[in-house]
């Protein structure tokens, strides 16, 4: 999960999302973060947040058909799609501050990916990550550094010209210490993070502009006020604006920019 619910729940959304950021912007990380959890072919694997699941087919992708793996999402909009592209996986829809896990369940690897900066109650989420890691199990938890990257700096810009001052939530939990201090306090052990930065290529800009623009209204106070025309209208004005903003990273019709994470592990 790493929109705001605003986004999510408009029906075209979650399509949308999978179609055009999942392949270039997400699923590269999750390989990332199972490449450093090791998976092992016995593992029980809990994707929290999950979106429309890329890290729980990827890792589904690595254990076969024998592994176990549930992934959750509070969307039920983001699940249906999951399920139409993995039935075989365990989807639950769920709050990650009270994860809908049965009597005494537990996993041996537990990953966040970009989730964590949106959940209201960050200290609940992690002592449910924590109660469902096994003992010696292995967590995984990203979230993007802070706001820094200027092309993510100018696209904000353009949308506040319309909408006033815009908090985004996606890089709003950015810095390694307070995560790292926030696992500890959890419970959990040998927490360690590092930064790990990529250069992200999109095969087109524009859809990538669309999706971008659809967040940052649906995280603006202001645009909740707005009726559907009008957000409409003013997600494509912003679009239009922001065109230029594009040019130093357009690559023919394709963009490349550079993103920074946080990658912390820990174990339970």
């Known amino acids: 999960m790493t929109l705001p619910s605003y986004a999510m729940n408009q029906a075209s959304f979650p399509q949308m999302y999978e179609r055009w950021l999942v392949g270039p912007l997400f699923r590269p990380w999750a390989e990332m973060a199972l490449d450093e959890l090791e998976l092992s072919s016995s593992d029980r694997v809990l994707d929290i947040a999950c979106g429309t699941g890329i890290l729980a087919r990827v890792a589904r992708e690595r254990l076969g058909e024998a592994g176990y793996i549930v992934g959750v999402d509070i969307s039920p909009d983001m699940l249906a799609v999951a399920r139409a592209l993995e039935p075989a996986i365990d989807w639950r829809q769920g709050n990650a501050g009270e994860l809908p896990l049965r009597n005494g369940e537990t996993f041996d690897v537990v990953v966040c990916q970009q989730g964590l900066q949106f959940f209201p109650d960050k200290p609940a989420a992690a002592a449910q990550m924590r109660r469902a890691l096994t003992k010696g199990g292995r967590l995984a938890i990203a979230t993007w550094r802070p706001d820094e990257i200027p092309f993510f700096r100018e696209l904000r810009r353009v949308a506040e010209r319309h909408l006033g001052a815009i908090a985004d939530q996606r890089y709003s939990f950015g810095e390694a210490a307070p995560l790292e201090a926030l696992l500890r306090d959890a419970g959990f052990h040998e927490v360690r993070s590092r930064i790990v930065s990529r250069t992200i290529h999109f095969g087109e800009g524009v859809p990538f502009l669309h999706l971008n623009t659809m967040a940052l209204v649906g995280m ?29 990273y357009t690559i023919g019709s394709g963009l490349a920019f550079e993103l920074s994470t946080n990658l912390a592990t820990a174990k339970g």
């Open 220 to 248: 603006s106070s202001s645009a909740k006020e707005l009726g559907d025309q009008e957000r409409k209208r003013v997600v494509e004005a912003i679009v239009s604006e922001s065109a230029p903003v594009l040019q130093p």
